[in-house]
């Protein structure tokens, strides 16, 4: 059975000729994708061999695997065509940025679906500041854990964001039971690293503010 957190990027995505996959680890998401007629093929892509035999051997045993390419490298850059959506998900932002980077010119018409493990912030940032909006955010709680899912496209026009938008998202908006779970929780994080630096005579002001940004949005539920 996959997990509530694939089941959510798999929710996010529309249908499209051409999906990516980039570090598809196991391949559930190539795997789902096809099984629900959600692409009609996918490129697998992953930068270790390992990872990529998994896939493939799951899309055999599923009876997928005529619909999937596997291919081995480095983010987009074995995949010969622009693709309609690309999932990248279960890695650091700054790996994810990192990759982003290396095919900035290739997915200005590709729906981006990212799922970060950690520091969501600068993933972000480096949407807005590359010009790609953030379309959607969903805040989800599985197995104790909380992931942050972002769609997101390119935009040509200049994107405006401020810095709620960076460190708190869009997906305050959606007022769901998760996402205040979530947002309590970033709260108790802000106050520990507050703090932590405070011990050690650090300036807290950065810190401050962004504490500030989610007692006001608290307070707001
Ligand atoms: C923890 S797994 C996540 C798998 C899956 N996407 C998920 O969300 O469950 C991360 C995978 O990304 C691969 N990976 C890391 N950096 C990569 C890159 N630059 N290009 C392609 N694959 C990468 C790793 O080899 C690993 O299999």
Not at 202 to 207: K, S, V
Request: with cysteine; charged share 35%; aromatic share 8%.
């Amino acid at each position: 059975m996959i997990s509530k957190r694939i089941e959510e990027i798999i929710n996010l995505l529309d249908r499209c000729n051409t999906l990516a996959d980039i570090g598809c680890d196991h391949g559930y998401v190539a795997v789902e994708a096809i099984k629900r007629e959600v692409a009609k093929k996918v490129f697998a892509v992953d930068i270790n061999l390992k990872p990529l035999l998994k896939a493939k051997e799951l899309s055999k045993k599923e009876n997928v695997d005529n619909k999937i390419e596997f291919l081995l490298g480095n983010g987009f850059d074995p995949i010969e065509e622009e693709v309609g959506e690309a999932v990248i998900a279960g890695m650091g932002a700054e790996n994810i940025c990192d990759i982003l980077s290396r095919a900035k010119d290739r997915i200005s018409n590709t729906t981006l679906i990212l799922q970060p493990m950690k520091d969501v912030e600068l993933l972000r940032k480096w949407l807005f500041e590359n010009g790609f909006d953030i379309l959607k955010e969903r805040v989800i709680k599985d197995k104790n854990r909380f992931y942050v899912i972002i769609k997101s496209c390119y935009l040509p026009e200049r994107i405006s964001f401020s810095d709620k938008d960076i460190y708190i998202g869009r997906h305050i908006v959606d007022r769901r039971e998760e996402t205040y779970e979530f947002l309590l929780k970033m709260k108790e994080k802000m106050e520990k690293i507050i703090n932590m630096k405070k011990k050690s005579f650090i300036d807290t002001l950065h810190e401050e503010k962004i504490l500030t940004m989610i007692e006001e949005e608290l307070k707001k539920w």
